[in-house]
């Protein structure tokens, strides 16, 4: 690949759920610039080299494939590709803090950083840094204290551009995002690099769904856009709760509130609860800004939408060991899905995690079963051997046990042989559908004992 018949340059640090894709698409979509994406993991970028991508991401690798040779090259070499950028997009993660002051809330920068004093030891001339991963807002500031007071003479301007991709429609949200937020200082410096960032975007996404902003506002949307999302789910998921005491349904509430236009029927699936990488997270984050202003009642306002969440995922556990007559020591029980939501293999902050936990800790011997996740959830449950078992074949996972539980909403559960299955399975068998996703009524009539979410649950009891 001739670099110098490129007329942009663009490096991506960070080749993750978010660096990946993004930079995939720009790459895809403009053949004109030259596309980086570097990362410190080496296995990560040796993996986005193939055809086994480091991620599972529905379409996804068909765009690599547009320009994987092409513009776009995935390397392990930071410090090389730094210089040669014009803009450099910075989409390393930055979990919340385990350690020390805002532990367990604020987020930890330290590879944030990090890259930024890379980017100074590495650059000699002027760069546009982009903030893609998510930060707390005010980050910029410190950004431009650590990039602009170097001795070399060269002038960093921090842009913010927070990506509002959904993993498992990553692809599709990239190719037609609602919205590119960018976001920048507003002096004459501020505003042309951030028409630079808007250039790169319009070349595919339609000029007025492309939004400018300070570079506050910008920052602090992306929180506030996952706080909203994260809050829509803890309100019908509380409701849920309410449901299930007064034979309302949730479902038929959720489609009767939805149908109101301006409330709107999307993300109003009442669940297991939500996991991913960014809700809780950014949501902590959001609290511990508030906190640190003094605006306790605002922190505690959001804080709440992480508690309902909790209390949603214990709630779920609650159930299934009510149900099963308060013991479920040595009963086998068969969760269905790991990953945080369907379409993915990612399992962070899953409700599966805490589930299984939770079930171990009462001695359930628990069988994990995912099209996708069963590697990352094996991760997250390293060093437990007990009462563990993993099983990619979910009539085998179902096999025997008293109990089956939906956690993720794969399209392949809802058209397994549940008579099938219902015949292998100890008696009396139970089915606790944290996704409503299954036909209840027809479980029911096999025989199974169902318990949904937010409806009334079907038994044979008397
Ligand atoms: C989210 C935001 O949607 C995205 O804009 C941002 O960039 C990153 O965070 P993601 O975490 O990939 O994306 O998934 P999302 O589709 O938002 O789902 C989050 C969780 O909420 C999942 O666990 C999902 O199962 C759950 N959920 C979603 C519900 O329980 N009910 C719903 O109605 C919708
Ligand atoms: P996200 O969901 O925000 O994309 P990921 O954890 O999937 O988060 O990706 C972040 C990536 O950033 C990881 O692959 C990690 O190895 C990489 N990373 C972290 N610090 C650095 C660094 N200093 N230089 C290059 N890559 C980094």
């Known amino acids: 690949m001739e670099a110098q ?3 942009k340059h663009i490096l991506c640090i960070g080749a993750g759920y978010v660096g990946g894709p993004t930079m995939a698409m720009i790459a895809a979509k403009c053949p004109q610039y030259l596309v980086t994406v570097v990362d410190i993991n080496s296995e990560k970028i040796k993996a986005w080299q193939t055809d086994e991508l480091p991620i599972y991401e529905p379409g996804l690798l068909d765009v690599v494939k547009i320009a994987r040779g092409r513009n776009l090259v995935f390397s392990t070499n930071v410090e090389e590709n730094i210089n040669k950028a014009d803009i450099i997009f910075v989409s390393v993660n930055t979990p919340t803090k385990t350690f020390g002051e805002g532990a367990g809330k604020s987020a930890d920068l ?48 921090v842009i913010s551009n927070p990506e509002f991709l ?46 400018t902003s300070n570079i506050w506002s910008s920052e602090l949307s992306k929180l506030v856009a996952n706080a909203f999302l994260a809050q829509r789910i803890s309100s019908i998921n509380s409701i849920s709760a309410l449901c299930e005491q007064t ?34 997270k950014d949501i902590l984050n959001l609290v511990y800004i508030c906190e640190s202003y003094g605006l306790k ?22 159930t299934m060991m009510r149900a099963l007559f308060n013991t479920i020591a040595n009963k086998r029980i ?31 011997h628990v069988v994990i079963t995912d099209p996708q996740a069963l590697n990352n959830a094996r991760h997250d449950l390293e060093g437990i051997t007990k009462n563990l078992e993993f099983e990619t074949d979910p009539y085998k996972a179902a096999e025997n046990a008293h109990a089956i539980a939906i956690i993720t909403e794969w399209e392949l559960y809802k058209k397994l042989d549940y008579k099938k299955i219902f015949e292998t399975m100890t008696k009396p068998a ?24 937010g409806k009334a649950a079907k038994t044979h009891f008397k």
């Open 247 to 280: 034979e309302a349904d949730v479902s038929e509430v959720a489609n009767a509130v939805g149908q109101d236009t301006r409330i709107g029927n999307k993300f109003l699936n009442a669940s297991v609860g939500f996991g991913g990488s960014c809700f809780k």
């Open 334 to 364: 068969a969760l269905l899905g790991f990953a945080f939501k369907a379409n993915t293999g990612d399992t962070r902050e899953s409700p599966a995690i805490y589930i299984t936990q939770q079930l171990l800790e009462e001695q359930a």
């Open 110 to 157: 330290q590879y944030w950083e990090k890259t930024a004093r890379d980017i100074l030891k590495f650059s000699d001339s002027d760069k546009i840094i982009v903030e893609k991963s998510t930060l707390p807002v005010r980050t910029a500031s410190a950004m431009e204290r650590i990039l602009n007071t170097n001795q070399k003479g060269i002038h960093f301007e």
């Open 430 to 453: 139970f089915i606790f559908d944290g996704r409503n996703i299954l036909d209840h009524q027809k479980l029911y009539e096999i025989g199974f004992n169902v318990y949904p979410i």
């Open 166 to 211: 959904a993993e498992g429609t990553a692809v599709a949200d990239l190719k037609s995002p609602d919205r590119v937020l960018i976001g920048s200082r507003e002096t004459e410096s501020g505003i042309k690099a951030r028409n630079e960032v808007v250039d790169v975007y319009a070349n595919w996404v339609p000029r007025e769904r492309i939004i």
């Open 297 to 318: 009642e605002v922190a505690s306002y959001w804080e709440s939408v992480v508690r309902i969440n909790e209390y949603q995922e214990h709630r779920f556990v609650q």
């Open 5 to 7: 018949k490129f007329e």
